[in-house]
């Protein structure tokens, strides 16, 4: 195979190049948070009102560590009742699945392509 | 077999690179060991709590032991490839060899997104402390933490710029300390020295599994902080003085030592603290260790956790700044990345430019993204490397057979241990769908659209055969 020899980078678009993977990385892991679309938020589905430990059901051992933190049945409600939510959609997961694939499928035909050339010019044909 | 041998002293398996100035080879396994623990260890101190929200103390416990498996079987599979390929860059350039340049660059960006929030992770833990240390000392008002998340990154990235003996050494030291102080509190709690504050029947009783099956499956998720960042070892391949015998030697050290700490850990804290305030990293329990020694009653025990949890987190951040650099440096040295942060500094013999570069993105994390999130970006990129790991010893088995090339360790089963790390992925996964479906398919959006950018623009710039640095001969079916 002949040899590849690549074009010389710019520093202005080196400079480019950075930029671009900075926006990606920072929009891909903001972008959720800034929608509102993290999950993972816990919420109270039952609230007690003027709660006692029992009735948040805690036992003695229970109610007097939560005490030794500096809590009251107040003051602990919700980190006592708080619950996730784990329902969901098959469609939801199936999509999971689908991206996951696509995307392992994707970086290995391209790699695999990548990598014969590679094999190519270092050992010859 | 072949003459090709990376234990051999004169021909060690590093390829030229075509660089004036190396990185500099002054490290044992004692260091690796640091690296490795120092990395993880602070996954006992804060993080691997939100396990036990998921699903509760059980289910924590479940989930400890299983990815426990998963990266025993990441230590072995690491250990035996890393052992043939001692450069810089880790599972970046074992991918980058074996698998191929796509691979190789998303394998790059997973490391270096995994330690870049991992450490943002540290320094917002670190911060909190400060703010309970002032209000334990008498300070009033609520104490910014952004001043100390800020001097935590940049002090470290200057030790890390300064040279690497220094900087792992110093790993080593802190990373021992915060070890010794597990350990300390496990003999001093638990009823081996003295009388013990564990209560786990009682703890326990009405709240067993309080989401039943699902939540053990959730658990999973922040379950893999406990040892996340243990691969990281084979970042110090090019800077240890004996690769073949270090970088094992160490890795499986570090994974046995981990396993015991997180065990330790997990009945110290559930033995101790109510699971919903244990499992609340956020409005709960930051730093469960440490709120365990609280409510031991010693001061003695508080001060030493303290320090134990400050240190734990410093020599995480620490090892994160090194092996996100590292990775980063490698990619930019192949031009996967612009060139210019392929550079060593000339005197210090670190890859200066790539540390200096990853320091904003780490402050954007700490100061902009609350703990659980920043954590679970962390997961995730780990996750997807830890899917890797299987495919890439399959293809390296398949195509440099035991004969063609001497590791300095052969993993034991293959590919026994291939198939159930990728099983424990796939169930890791679900976990991470239960809670945090939209960042998983955010993330892997992202990566798609930078691999379609790689493919299609980057890699124009990419010398072709000078990837291949390793003194290995051709690889079967090629």
Redesign the interface.
């Given at each position: 195979m002949a040899h590849y020899i690549p074009p010389k980078q710019g520093k202005a678009s080196q400079l480019f190049d950075v930029v671009v993977l900075v926006v990606l990385t920072v929009g891909s892991l903001f972008v959720p948070l800034w929608l509102n679309l993290a999950g993972a938020a816990k919420t109270v589905a039952s609230p007690v009102e003027n709660p006692t430990w029992e009735a948040l059901g805690q036992n003695a051992a229970q109610a007097a560590k939560y005490e030794a933190l500096g809590f009251t049945p107040e003051t602990a409600h919700d980190l006592i009742l708080a619950r996730f939510d784990y329902s969901f959609s098959v469609g939801a997961l199936l999509v999971m699945i689908l991206v996951i694939v696509l995307y392992y499928f994707l970086i290995l035909r391209f790699s695999e392509s990548e990598y014969r050339e590679v094999i190519s010019e270092k050992f010859g044909k | 077999m072949t003459d090709i041998d990376i234990t051999s002293q004169t021909m060690d398996g590093m390829g030229p690179h075509g660089t004036k100035v190396g990185l500099l080879r002054v490290l044992g396994p004692a260091h690796v060991w640091a690296l490795g623990v120092g990395i993880v260890l602070v996954g006992e101190y804060m993080g691997w709590n939100f396990s036990v929200?998921?699903g509760g103390a059980f289910a924590a416990l479940i989930a400890c032991w299983f990815a426990g498996i998963l990266y025993s079987c990441v230590a072995m599979i690491d250990s035996e490839v890393t052992s043939t390929v001692a450069s810089a860059g880790g599972q970046y350039t074992q991918a980058k060899h074996i698998?191929?340049?796509?691979?190789?660059f998303?394998v790059g960006l997973y490391l270096v997104?995994a330690y870049t929030m991992l450490e943002a992770a540290n320094a917002i833990t670190a911060g909190y402390l400060f703010s309970v240390v002032a209000s334990m000392t008498g300070h009033e008002a609520e104490l910014d933490q952004r001043p100390f998340i800020i001097l935590v990154i940049t002090f470290l990235a200057w030790l890390n710029y300064r040279g690497v003996l220094a900087t792992l050494t110093f790993n080593l030291v802190i990373t021992a300390i915060a070890f010794i102080a597990i350990i300390t509190l496990f003999l001093s709690t638990s009823g081996v020295l003295g009388g013990g504050i564990m209560?786990h029947a009682?703890?326990f009783?009405?709240?067993e599994l309080?989401?039943g099956w699902?939540?053990v499956l959730?658990a999973m998720h922040f379950g893999l902080w406990y040892y996340l960042g243990i691969e990281g070892t084979t970042q110090a391949a090019e800077e240890v003085r004996s690769p073949a015998r270090s970088l094992p030697f160490g890795t499986l050290a570090g994974i046995m030592t981990l396993l015991i700490a997180a065990t330790l850990t997990w009945f110290m804290c559930s033995g101790?603290?109510?699971w919903?305030?244990l499992g609340?990293g956020v409005?709960?329990s930051v730093a469960p260790l440490f709120?365990t020694a609280r409510?031991s009653g010693s001061t003695a025990l508080v001060w030493l956790l303290g320090f134990g949890t400050l240190f734990a987190t410093l020599a995480s951040a620490n090892g994160c700044i090194n092996d996100a650099s590292r990775a980063w440096f490698a990619m930019g040295r192949d031009?996967y990345?612009?060139?210019?942060f392929g550079a060593v500094h000339p005197k210090y013999r670190t890859p200066y430019r790539s540390i200096v570069?990853l320091v904003p993105?780490a402050l954007?994390?700490a100061l902009?993204?609350p703990l659980?999130?920043v954590i679970?970006?962390s997961i995730l990129s780990g996750l997807l490397g830890y899917?890797f790991m299987p495919?890439n010893i399959i293809l390296f088995r398949r195509k440099w057979p035991l004969d063609t090339i001497k590791r300095g360790y052969e993993h034991p089963f293959h590919p026994i241990p291939a198939f159930t790390l990728l099983g424990i992925c796939g169930v890791t996964?679900?976990a991470v769908?239960?809670?945090?479906?939209?960042?998983?398919?955010?993330?892997?959006?992202?990566?798609?659209?930078?691999?379609l950018?790689f493919?299609f623009w980057?890699?124009?710039?990419?010398?072709?055969?000078a990837?291949?640095t390793m003194p290995w001969p051709?690889?079967k079916g090629?």
């Open positions: - | 929200g998921k698998i191929g340049p796509l691979m190789a998303n997104f209560e009682a703890l009783e009405g709240h309080p989401y699902i939540g959730a101790v603290l109510p919903e305030y609340d409005s709960g709120d409510l031009k990345l612009p060139g210019w570069f993105i954007i994390f902009g993204a659980d999130q679970t970006f899917t495919l996964f679900f769908f239960l809670g945090y479906g939209t960042q998983l398919v955010a993330m892997i959006g992202f990566y798609i659209i930078v691999s950018w493919h980057r890699y124009r710039f990419v010398n072709r055969g990837q291949f051709k690889p090629y």
